[in-house]
């Protein structure tokens, strides 16, 4: 099993930033892809961005820009760096990884931008 444990997230103001992190403990196997998804109330839950172990990314266009991916392979953490917030990205942000064959997900943290 892999915990996954964010932090980061909070109350922003449109066009601020925040850098969101996630720590992956536990794993019996190397973390091959870890990621970020969102859900805001109503919605279904989206791909934000996920990042390979060897560095490649890939990101939802609605934060291609915006949204940078990070991860360090030797403490099993991957980050999250928003910049230019808007209001229509607040949601609840969840980490991801995939390890084993199997998925694990955290238990999420708000972002709420609003003036």
């Known amino acids: 099993q892999v915990q996954l444990v964010e932090s980061g997230g909070g109350l922003v103001q449109p066009g601020g930033s925040l850098r969101l992190s996630c720590a992956a403990s536990?794993?019996?196997?190397?973390?091959?892809?870890m990621g970020w998804y969102r859900q805001a109330p109503g919605k279904q839950r989206e791909l934000v961005a996920y990042?390979?172990?060897?560095?490649?990314?890939n990101y939802a266009d609605f934060v291609k820009g915006r949204f940078t991916i990070s991860r360090e392979n030797a403490k099993n953490m991957v980050y999250l760096q928003m910049n230019s917030l808007k209001s229509e990205d607040t949601a609840v942000y969840s980490c991801?990884?995939?390890?084993?064959?199997?998925?694990?997900w955290g238990q999420g943290t708000q972002v709420t931008v609003s003036s």
């Open positions: 991801n990884a995939y390890s084993g064959g199997l998925d694990f």
């Open positions: 536990g794993s019996r196997f190397s973390i091959s892809l």
């Open positions: 990042i390979t172990r060897d560095g490649r990314t």
